[in-house]
Nanobody, 119 residues
Framework: QVQLVESGGGLVQAGGSLRLSCAAS????????MGWFRQGPGKEREFVAA????????SYGDSVSGRFTISRDNAKNTVYLQMNSLKPEDTAAYYC????????????WGQGTQVTVSS
């Protein structure tokens, strides 16, 4: 069992930056691939970024590639999402998730943190 708690959201102007954190409980955190997702108002949930358990592999959604960076610190049981050059369309609730044994299937989710980008 893994419990996830996101933090770091807030209000920022377009062009600004934020860093989200996701703190995980459980001694097995380092064995999970992790991901970030978001859901904007009136929109479906969207994949943002993912990172392998060893941090050796990362992937990004097309809309954030080149602006966002995912990283993790297994010693701190934490995964991060550095968001630069933010745009109003990045406004959403951001969720971190832990991937289960099936690649691409996320089985544990946090409660989300709100990011609002003003124009």
């Amino acid at each position: 069992q893994v419990q996830l708690v996101e933090s770091g959201g807030g209000l920022v102007q377009a062009g600004g930056s934020l860093r989200l954190s996701c703190a995980a409980s459980g001694r097995t955190f380092s064995t999970y691939a992790m991901g970030w997702f978001r859901q904007g108002p009136g929109k479906e949930r969207e994949f943002v970024a993912a990172i392998s358990w060893s941090a050796g592999s990362t992937s990004y959604g097309d809309s954030v590639s080149g602006r966002f960076t995912i990283s993790r610190d297994n010693a701190k049981n934490t995964v991060y999402l550095q968001m630069n050059s933010l745009k109003p369309e990045d406004t959403a609730a951001y969720y971190c998730a832990a991937q289960g044994r099936v690649p691409g299937k996320y089985v544990y989710w946090g409660q989300g943190t709100q990011v609002t980008v003003s124009s």
